[in-house]
Nanobody
Framework: VQLQASGGGLVQAGGSLRLSCAASRRTSSNNAMGWFRRAPGKEREFAASVNWRGGSTDYADSVKGRFTISRDNAKVFLQMNSLEPEDTAVYHC?????????????WGQGTLVTVSS
């Protein structure tokens, strides 16, 4: 399974971006999907996940209320509002092993989000 992420860029604090990620195989529509991020000099961290039906989502406390994850079959999106400089990171989409978030099976290449103050 290949994951193609897009939508990153440079934005001012308070602005918005929408990330998209498409999986190469339709079977990914039966798996939970999510977004992780790695800030400069830090470990990769969980940002958001959505189950296979799209009806259940989960968020890291740091993005809760500002980010919204959604999906359309084998595509996953991350709407990011009220961006802060601390959100600057490379964002990776992921496909989990099963229908709910747990162990990641596939990682996508990252898309860089830079938030200026």
């Amino acid at each position: 399974v290949q994951l193609q992420a897009s939508g990153g860029g440079l934005v001012q604090a308070g602005g918005s971006l929408r990330l998209s990620c498409a999986a190469s195989r339709r079977t990914s529509s039966n798996n939970a999907m999510g977004w992780f991020r790695r800030a400069p000099g830090k470990e990769r961290e969980f940002a958001a996940s959505v189950n296979w039906r799209g009806g259940s989502t989960d968020y890291a406390d740091s993005v809760k209320g500002r980010f919204t994850i959604s999906r359309d079959n084998a595509k996953v999106f991350l709407q990011m509002n009220s961006l802060e400089p601390e959100d600057t990171a490379v964002y990776h989409c992921a496909v989990y092993l099963g229908p709910v978030a747990g162990r990641v099976a596939y990682w996508g290449q990252g898309t860089l989000v830079t938030v200026s103050s």
